[in-house]
């Protein structure tokens, strides 16, 4: 996998929402890897790289997102080459930039260093309850309606009902407008209780989809969601903490 290609699918897919600061860059075991948490600690993501890149060998951390997402995008400066370059620190070779060279234009990008980057929520095996990809035109149903009540609550909640996995917006026993809509049936699990997630979150994940790429949802029990997003570089897992009341 080239460098450019790997830097393209991050920039698209690593940074659904404004809220994250740092995204951790590394080989692991041969597998270039990412992870992230936004601000506030409920979303999480790990995303793994199908190919090797040869051109990552070492830990290093992106910053300043927004920013790079424009220098990869603005063709006048990364058309010409996308590089990263190391320094080296007592014998080690540290990725230390990234320099681009357009044309009559070129940018250099510093990295984080690895000593400062935030450490990240480790994540174990999870024992998924429910998984099913959904249907698209229930994805944008669920967009639809997640718009039309974010301004009553900033959360929806996930529920199952005779076998069906129920998305329901603002509170149904309550003197507010309410809705729900099936996201998806015969789930073959229940849910304990009521799951309750941010739906602003969850709209800038699906955002970060494309709307073309393989996506699978994962539900756990224990109040987890989770956004599996496949790209033709990478898999990611935006993985949601449930809200709690």
Known sequence: MQFKTFLTDVINHGYPTQDIETLSIDNENGVVTL???????????????KEACDDITG?????????????VNNKSISDGGII?????????????RIEFKGKGA?????????????????????????????????LTM?????????EIDKNFILRTEQGN???SFGLETSSTHSGNMILSENVGADISGDLKFPIGLFLDIMKSSGGSEDVKIKIT??????????TLAATYDYMLKKVMD
């Open 35 to 49: 992870r992230t948490f936004d601000s506030s600690r409920l979303l999480i993501i790990v995303g793994k790289f």
């Open 59 to 71: 830990k290093f951390g992106l910053s300043n997102i927004k920013m790079l997402k424009g220098i």
């Open 84 to 96: 990263l370059k190391t320094r080296d620190i007592s014998g080690e070779k540290v990725p230390d």
């Open 106 to 138: 070129s940018a250099t990008f510093r990295l984080v260093d690895k000593r400062v980057i935030p450490d990240q929520p480790e994540i174990k095996e999870i024992p998924w309850d429910i998984e099913f990809s959904p249907d698209a035109e229930l």
């Open 142 to 150: 669920f967009k639809a309606m997640a718009l039309l009540y974010t």
């Open 165 to 167: 996995l129920v998305v």
């Open 221 to 230: 029990n224990r109040g987890l969601l989770c956004v599996q997003i496949t």
